[in-house]
């Protein structure tokens, strides 16, 4: 009895996740009168808008994966090394972007940043680039700390820095050298939580009138009926792929944690 609910909430689950897809893809392809064809697809990809901000989208995520690994792995690492007793209170801290909207958060980057404030960010297209950034790197802090965090507890934190601090290295050296590539694999599964995170937002970027793929995923849908079911499968297929580069990273870490 047990397996027969078992198998049909998997049936449900698949349905409901499946049916939505497969609608969505067969209308996709239904741009040319009587026939499947990939025309929407082809027009949304040599669509110059497409190319710019997905380029820039792509750009934004890259960087904001780097400003999120410099600045959660020292953090964590601290954390866990000299300062355990914190460590509720930093998990608190990075929860909030889960409880916080998107909306309230880049409101209060707009209020404190704007133009007649004492660190006018919003005044010029680099500041407000850089806005952006944080914004991102804050959304994506809940993950990319769990995932660092993670990493860390697999292995010996102390015993590796007092090695090393008994062979001479410094801080820098430590942390980079010796704790990142032993972190290496869960740093990589906050980074594609991150570049999913990026690629997909909208609010932040729509708000801060920046040119990234999620404002024009919205612009496309109001103005056209094939191109953006075509645009939908691509994102999907963007962050499926994120998480299967996630379940492979993942296997790999199994497999080289497996004592021999």
């Known amino acids: 009895m047990k397996k027969i609910w078992a198998w049909g909430a998997l049936l449900f689950g698949l349905l409901y996740f499946a049916l939505p897809l497969i609608g969505m893809t067969n209308f996709s392809l239904k741009m040319r009168r009587g026939e499947y064809s990939f025309d929407a697809y082809a027009k949304v990809l040599a669509d110059t808008r497409f190319q710019e901000t997905f380029t820039y989208s792509v750009t934004m995520a890259l960087v904001t994966i780097v400003f999120g690994i410099l600045l959660v792995v020292p953090t964590a690492y601290w954390v866990r090394l000299r300062m355990p007793t914190l460590r509720p209170f930093i998990e608190f801290i990075t929860l909030l972007p889960l409880v916080i909207p998107a909306i309230v958060i880049v409101f209060g980057y707009i209020r404190l940043y704007n133009t007649s404030s004492w660190l006018p960010l919003t005044g010029s297209i680099m500041g407000t680039n850089i806005l952006l ?31 090393a601090q008994s062979l001479g290295a410094s801080w820098g050296r430590i942390l980079f050298r010796i704790i990142l590539p032993n972190v290496l694999i869960s740093v990589l599964s906050g980074a594609f939580l991150t570049f999913a995170i990026v690629i997909g937002e909208f609010t932040m970027a729509a708000l801060l009138n920046r040119p ?49």
């Open 133 to 163: 950034m944080f914004g991102y790197a804050t959304l994506s802090l809940p993950y990319m700390y769990r995932a660092v965090d993670t990493g860390l507890q697999s292995i010996d934190v102390r015993t590796l820095t007092e090695a």
């Open 212 to 260: 990234a793929f999620g404002p024009y995923m919205q612009l496309l849908g109001a103005n056209r009926a094939y191109e953006p079911a075509a645009l939908a499968v691509i994102a999907f297929g963007i962050t499926w792929g994120c998480l299967g580069l996630i379940q492979l990273v993942s296997r790999f870490q199994k497999t080289t944690q497996r004592p021999a």
